[in-house]
């Protein structure tokens, strides 16, 4: 097995640590959410609660910054939907291989979005600079366009340590399982 796979486990670490913190700042959006959203159906029911006019354009904002940090943690997970229905027929080298290849194209969608993301929102990207909330026009909607830049960057972290996990997988002596799919 190459060393740089067993320096893997020293910042492992550090990976379960920004899991714990993508999750908690997608909890947090949640409540968000959810307590933003009974505000507006109670303002707009009960005489004396105001319906904030600014509920819906930042309802939508923390779904969209749930989405994309919530795809990050389905990455760390592995839990992505996936075509699995010829894995017992293949070799588990090859298995792992093309799981290999998959993380590899995800991790190039990352540093696509990564860089899209923040060309988008840089002071010379003209849509994030002049767009701005209908409902608060003295937000930019570069908040709004940051998610794409935030995916990117999950994605990185997280499909790293995908990747080095594969190559691992792939070094580690085979269970028998070979022997069993022929």
Known sequence: MPSFIKSLEKIRPLYDW???IVLLICKLLLIADIVITSWSVLGR???FISDPHWSEEMVLTFMVYMAVLSATLAIRKRSHIRMTAFDKYLPRKALIALDLLADIAVLILGVILLAEGLEV???AGNIARFAKYSSLPNLS???MYLPVAVAGVGMILFELEQVFLRIEEFYRPDDGREAQAQ
């Open 18 to 20: 920004a899991y714990k």
């Open 45 to 47: 029911y009960v005489s």
């Open 121 to 123: 929102v840089s002071p």
């Open 141 to 143: 909607q570069t908040w």
